[in-house]
């Protein structure tokens, strides 16, 4: 159920190669033994226009949507986890941020579910 959406500049793209960055986030993810494999979804929205700092500077920002249960030192080691996976990726660009929100298996709602 936990989808990672990469928020990022599209200069960071000329980094890196999408693909690369997207399995990047997953292994980390998957890697903190708090998902399954098979229930990880990772996307990636590339910004044209930013203002970051006051300034065009890139930046990377995860956004972790993941069902309610995981304690905050769990949800911090993730962050952590994905975070120094992206900055040893991604020396120089200045901003790499993410953060974890909870959703309700009572607000969840998918096709399998009908």
Do not use: W
């Not at 030192?73 to 990726?89: C, F, P, Y």
């Amino acid at each position: 159920m936990p989808h990672f959406i990469i928020d990022c500049t599209e200069n960071v793209l000329k980094m890196q190669e999408p693909q690369v960055v997207l399995e990047a986030v997953f292994e980390a993810a998957f890697s903190t033994g708090l998902f399954v494999r098979n229930d990880i979804k990772v996307r990636l929205n590339p910004f044209v226009h930013s203002l970051v700092q006051g300034a065009d500077d890139d930046f990377i920002h995860v956004f972790g949507n993941i069902k309610e249960g995981r304690n905050g030192k769990q949800k911090a080691a993730l962050s952590k986890v994905i975070v120094s996976k992206l900055n040893s990726m991604f020396l120089d660009v200045p901003i790499i941020s993410m953060n974890s929100r909870d959703f309700t298996k009572e607000s969840y709602y998918n096709k399998t579910m009908m």
